[in-house]
């Protein structure tokens, strides 16, 4: 039940006509204390038409409010504060979650609708570096928190799978480098001849001319340019996928740059009957002066195309593959201006359904306060990072938990889960600081301390041993209100969530859902054998429900032991 949206009914019965329901629900408030109630209506609108104060207001139309839900709702000043009757309402609440179990939280909606997600988009014939899990895990967040939406969600990895860089890798291999070295180790291999190219251009200026003829030779197809191209792909497809198990993440296309080299010719095609291109310089742009953008370049001089020509025919292939009612880039600021261009280019060529398509960036991660970046073959590999935390992870563990049975299993889920709970924690917009150290923390707000809140309601739940929680009855206490107000409010931070892109919404509510808990925990007497027994133990497993959820939203899996 939406308490709020009773409240207001009897706010309006109360008022007679002097506000309406909506604009009654817009001025409702939460109380920042508990003695000032759970919801709270200020007065200070109706003082001018009513030609009363709000204090008075406020004191006229208190006792007028009534219903069993309202354990007592009183005059404070100018608010209107109401009770709500804490047994009745954690009772309803806590049936409602161990009814609809995972689905809590579910916003159900008459109509199928598909958001697509491009995100991740990691270069090939380089390596799975730092730099790329924002992007990853905010996009596989959005994804899931999309389908509680209703949403079908649709995730592709826009592969960085073509440009010229190929053309000097082909060149680095045919020079120096070794069949079996790349198969043995092929990112890294790779990467080592791609770094050498660029050492030894210095050297020998012409590679670079010899590049561009190799990249030249694959755009026509030739053979051996070609089965090159494609042993690179597949072999760092092989270890992206090795890293992406790794995350727990997957991806409904891989297609990337290259898929649409013969997908363009009908953007320019469609550009030019629609009077959209002109010159400037000897290449072909679209004008945006109207809106005060510079021209998005469409085709060059010699006739090549451009991100932005690929973009659009990119868009215009989900557009008519999907039929997406909402698409979204999961890609770095950097990009704004080119995401503002793709967007408008798209309008001016008369697709409406581009209003849906929205750039989402995000912040920095930080080492020492300075950006994690790509210098001389200097990478922050996430694989790596990954294995550490695993290792940390395990070390943690076997401290605290030695004969724990299943500790490499349960190490890869803190130390994975880690990473990505320190990543969404955050502000989408923010930077962050990265430390291993601090995020594998099981105190503060981390992802093992969510985890092992969860641990200690599955370990309670099987010290008591019940499961039939049909005879619960709903509790009144302070503590155990915290958390029936915090689970109350999931399926709203589950649609904020969505609407804002902002996965932190979920992770904080985690974080705020986990000490609710560990506070009742630590003043409450759980396992005592009262009338109330059961009831305690219903809070409980309503809690482990709504965390487990929370996590599995961030892409985070929940261990039973720890």
Wanted: hydrophobic share 40%.
């Amino acid at each position: 039940m939406n308490y709020e949206l009773l409240y207001s009914e009897h706010l309006e019965k109360a008022l007679n006509g002097a506000l309406n329901k909506i604009e009654i629900n817009a001025l409702i408030e939460k109380p920042h204390y508990a003695d000032q109630g759970d919801l709270a209506f200020p007065c200070f609108q109706l003082a001018k038409s009513l030609r009363k104060s709000p204090v008075n207001i406020a004191q006229e139309i208190a006792p007028l409010i009534q219903h069993e839900l309202f354990a007592k709702v009183e005059a404070n000043g100018p608010y209107v504060n109401c009770f709500l009757n804490k047994k009745i309402v954690s009772k309803q609440i806590i049936e409602t979650v161990l009814n609809k179990g995972k689905d809590y939280g579910n916003q159900v909606s008459d109509e199928e609708k598909t958001i697509v997600i491009d995100c991740s988009s990691p270069n090939i014939a380089k390596p799975f570096s730092m730099g790329h899990i924002r992007s990853t895990m905010i996009g596989n967040a959005i994804g899931n928190i999309a389908q509680k939406n209703g949403y079908n969600a649709i995730k592709i990895n826009h592969l960085g799978d073509w440009g010229t860089q190929f053309g000097k890798l082909i060149v680095a291999y045919k020079r120096w480098g070794v069949e079996d070295k790349v198969k043995l180790n092929p990112i890294k291999e790779l990467l080592t001849l791609y770094i050498k190219f660029h050492e030894e251009v210095e050297k020998e200026p012409q590679l670079e001319e010899e590049a561009r003829s190799w990249f030249k030779k694959l755009e026509e197809k030739n053979e051996e340019a070609q089965e090159l191209w494609e042993w690179f792909r597949e072999e760092s497809l092989k270890e992206f996928k090795m890293v992406y198990d790794l995350l727990g993440v997957s991806f409904d296309s891989f297609n990337g740059e290259a898929f649409y080299n013969d997908k363009m010719d009908r953007i320019i095609t469609l550009l030019e009957e629609k009077k959209l291109l002109v010159e400037s310089e000897g290449a072909e742009v679209v004008d945006l002066s109207e809106i005060e953008l510079p021209p998005c370049l469409i085709r060059k001089s010699d006739g090549a195309t451009l991100y932005a020509t690929r973009d659009l025919a990119a868009a215009l292939y989900r557009k008519e593959t999907y039929d997406f009612d909402k698409a979204v880039y999961v890609v770095g600021g950097e990009q704004a201006l080119h995401f503002t261009q793709v967007f408008t280019v798209l309008n001016k060529m008369g697709y409406e359904w581009s209003k849906n398509m929205e750039h989402v960036p995000f912040g920095l991660i930080l080492q020492n306060g300075k950006k994690m970046s790509t210098r001389k073959g200097k990478i922050v590999l996430l694989e790596k990072v990954i294995e550490e935390a695993i290792t940390l992870a395990n070390q943690n563990i076997t401290d605290k938990n030695p004969n724990l049975k299943n500790k490499d299993e349960v190490a890869k889920m803190v130390g994975v889960g880690a990473i990505i709970f320190q990543d969404l924690k955050n502000d989408r917009m923010n930077n962050f600081e990265f430390s291993l150290e601090q995020m594998l923390k099981f105190e503060g707000e981390t992802g093992p301390y969510v985890q092992y809140s969860i641990v200690r309601t599955n370990s309670i739940l099987e010290k008591a041993n019940v499961t039939d929680f049909q005879n619960q009855e709903g509790l009144h206490d302070e503590y155990s209100w915290e958390i029936i107000k915090n689970i109350q409010a999931f399926p709203d931070k589950v649609k904020r969530s969505f609407e804002q892109n902002e996965p932190s919404v979920i992770a904080k509510y985690t974080i705020d859902l986990a000490q609710a808990f560990n506070k009742y925990y630590g003043n409450t007497h759980i396992l005592t054998e009262d009338d109330q027994l059961v009831s305690r133990l219903a809070l409980i497993k309503a809690v482990s429900i709504v965390l487990v959820e929370g996590l599995r939203l961030l892409g985070i899996r929940a261990p039973k032991e720890m």
